[in-house]
């Protein structure tokens, strides 16, 4: 009975700990996928692809607040506690998404217009800074030694859920609605959804306890020594940041800027763009927990390795053969093979990024090393790839990005696991 109450106990803290991160998730792709029609609804242009940079640009714009909100807010979380903090990052999260759903357009109010989707993007951004590194803080830390990588792979599997909720909305838009209203307003349904859910994610957060790791230290850090750590562990920031730059530019190649691909350059249907997310979010979803609980079993050093020496040697070829002649089945599959890599190695590098930041300032740490990896090269994705596809000009140009951040993963493990498969939470 008390092991069942233990896993019951478990199964609430995971869903309890990753509802804000469905709710960052479930926006951040639904930007990504109606970008588009945000572009005309907010960045009006004469050309459709300096609209879709601009948009694209206000994505990225609101990455570079999540190093600053990783700084802030989880000096936060590492001093006043992982729930406490939790709940804020979700309240300033939920006002970014609601000023985005309910922002006039450019043709009604003019420049206000884009300032208002600005402001969203850089609220979302700032919470969105911890709000991934402090719930993997948290399952890392309710977590047995010997299943640390399956359970806080939940994390990121979290995140697929989201994802395949808001594609099989768009799905069901595009099946109801016609493309000149999805484009007109139907666009918003998705974002008034997320907004209708925020009260019953609070709800949830708020029954969260505190992690008994959290509870056991005597002494907790104030702002201003959180800060000095930082600076005093700036290389395991910076290898930290390495090390995460696979897992966010994968992520946000296959998720966020997969449907752009598919209709903007592809020329394939949006129906066909939306049915490959929807198949990646489940793959992503079983990958996660089996890298983990992976690395949990051979070591983080193997994973890692093994999925970035992979996608360095054929993230090119194979967008190189996907576009040499397009179709649905051969997109899907290089969709999927993409979807191993990043499922694989990130059960694998969420664990590892927890266990070689300090533990009295892990939530910073963490979220820092992450936040800078994001803003610099995850959510810069579909950016770049727009722009390396029309100045190329080369419709697998993106496969370059894919290949360096690969190499750099490749890089930070064999620096980080220099002749051993585990690096101490010491380090």
């Known amino acids: 009975m008390a092991g069942g109450e233990l896993r019951g106990s478990r199964l609430g803290a995971i869903l309890r700990s990753t509802s804000g991160n469905f709710l960052e998730q479930f926006d951040f792709f639904l930007f990504g996928f109606y970008a588009s029609a945000i572009s005309k609804a907010f960045f009006p242009s004469d050309n459709e692809t300096t609209a879709l940079l601009n948009t694209f640009g206000v994505f990225w714009l609101g990455a570079l607040m999540r190093p600053v909100g990783a700084v802030v807010l989880g000096a936060y979380l590492d001093r006043i506690g992982r729930r406490q903090g939790l709940i804020v990052t ?5 006002s970014g998404t609601v000023l985005i759903a309910i922002s006039p357009t450019y043709a009604q109010i003019g420049v206000l217009a884009p300032l208002i989707v600005i402001a969203g993007r850089l609220l979302q951004g700032f919470s969105a800074g911890v709000e991934l590194g402090g719930v993997s803080v948290y399952l890392f830390e309710i977590a047995k030694p010997g299943s640390r990588g399956f359970l806080t792979a939940f994390q990121s599997a979290s995140q697929q859920v989201a994802i395949f909720v808001a594609a099989i909305i768009g799905f069901g838009l595009s099946e109801l609605m016609s ?3 999805v484009t007109a307003w139907g666009w918003r349904i998705p974002f ?8 019953f994610i609070f709800v949830i957060r708020r029954s969260l306890e505190e992690t008994p790791d959290f509870l056991a230290r005597k002494a907790h850090p104030t702002a201003s020594e959180v800060f000095a ?3 005093q562990n700036f290389r ?14 994968t992520f946000y190649f296959i998720t966020v800027y997969t449907p752009t691909f598919g209709k903007s350059v592809l ?5 066909d763009a939306l049915l490959v997310t929807l198949f990646v979010a489940v793959t992503n979803f079983i990958w996660l927990p089996i890298g983990g609980a992976l690395s949990d079993r051979i070591g983080r050093k193997p994973v890692l390795l093994g999925i970035s020496l992979l996608a360095l040697l054929t ?3 194979l967008l190189s053969w996907l576009v040499a002649g397009v179709t649905f089945p051969k997109l899907l599959l290089v969709e999927l093979i993409l979807s191993f890599y990043f499922g694989m190695y990130n059960g694998a590098m969420v664990v590892s990024l927890s266990e070689i930041v300090p533990p009295h300032v892990r939530a910073t740490g963490f979220s820092l090393a992450y936040s ?4 610099l090269f995850g959510t810069f994705t579909p950016f770049a790839s727009t722009w390396l596809i029309e100045h190329t000009p080369n419709r697998a140009a993106p496969g370059y990005w894919l290949m360096a951040a690969a190499a750099m993963a490749l890089v930070a493990t064999l620096v980080l696991y220099r002749g051993k498969s585990t690096v101490p939470a010491s380090a």
Not at 236 to 249: A, R
Not at 372 to 375: I, K
């Open 229 to 231: 750590s930082m600076v």
């Open 236 to 249: 395991i920031i910076l290898l930290g940041m390495m090390l995460v730059t696979l897992t966010t530019v």
């Open 315 to 317: 993230a090119y070829p």
């Open 90 to 94: 979700l309240a300033i999260m939920a």
């Open 179 to 181: 493309p000149a209203v």
């Open 267 to 271: 020329k394939l249907s949006e129906r």
């Open 192 to 199: 008034f959804i997320g907004c209708l859910i925020i009260p």
């Open 372 to 375: 800078l990896a994001v803003a």
